[in-house]
């Protein structure tokens, strides 16, 4: 198993070009979330999907959109990105949404907006 | 003020010493506390998690809450350099739809 995976590793943008974040499970889990990190703030959440077909906006959600592609898969999508948004993403998953539940991170993505 | 915070450190210790990792928080609401450990350029990896108050052991990790301080606690003993790594605390509430907030980590290196 791979568990989940990100593509790409490393990306660098121009202000104003837009880009999508790739994210893929394969175990099965229902949940998915995008999270960011940046030095001194821990990891916030941008987006999550409880469940296939359904999305929610998270503690940081402007400048960015999400889909839900199938259970596999959830992508993150800058549609104009600004310097603000230099930052590594982690996407996670996690089997049940509710109660505890133990998300899975994949290794993320190092973007810088120039 | 944020939700949860954590002392950012960063610490650095002997070989072989306790290490004591702490979070505070505001939110009532949390009910599930967990501690995720980051190796440098990884995804975060689940430590151990505790549900309400209470101590929990796992080898050389100790995980204590208490929630009438709103304080939760990670105890490493005997340190190794594997240790060396970054510590987020994190924390849920039971109808978050799993949605975790997370502490700002604290860096942690543990030398020979």
């Known amino acids: 198993n791979a568990g989940v995976t990100q593509t790409p590793k490393f990306q660098v943008l121009k202000t104003g070009q837009s880009m999508t974040l790739q994210c893929a499970q394969d175990?099965?889990?229902?949940?998915m979330y995008w999270y960011r990190q940046d030095p001194g703030m821990g990891l916030r959440l941008i987006y999550y999907?409880?469940?296939?077909?359904?999305?929610d906006k998270g503690e940081v959600p402007n400048g960015y959109n999400v889909s839900r592609l199938n259970k596999r898969e959830f992508s993150l999508r800058l549609e104009s990105a600004a310097p603000s948004q230099t930052s590594v993403y982690f996407c996670?998953?996690?089997?049940?949404?509710?109660?505890?539940?133990?998300?899975?991170f994949g290794p993320g993505t190092r973007l810088t907006v120039l | 003020q944020k939700e949860v915070e954590q002392d950012p450190g960063p610490l650095s210790v002997p070989e072989g010493a306790i290490v004591s990792l702490n979070c505070t928080y505001s939110?009532?609401?949390?009910?599930?506390f967990m501690w995720y450990r980051q190796y440098s350029r990884k995804g975060p990896e689940l430590l151990m998690y505790?549900?309400?108050?209470g101590n929990k052991e796992d080898g050389r990790f100790t995980a204590q809450v208490d929630k009438s301080s709103k304080y939760i606690s990670l105890f490493i003993r005997d340190s190794q350099p594997s240790d060396s790594a970054t510590y987020l605390c994190?924390?849920?509430?039971?109808?978050?739809?799993?949605?975790?907030?997370f502490g700002q980590g604290t860096i942690l290196t543990v030398h020979p």
């Open positions: 996670a998953s996690s089997e049940v949404p509710f109660t505890y539940n133990e998300q899975f």
């Open positions: 175990m099965n889990h229902n949940s």
């Open positions: 999907s409880a469940s296939e077909g359904t999305t």
């Open positions: 939110n009532s609401a949390f009910q599930y």
């Open positions: 505790t549900y309400s108050s």
């Open positions: 994190a924390m849920s509430a039971t109808a978050s739809y799993g949605k975790l907030t």
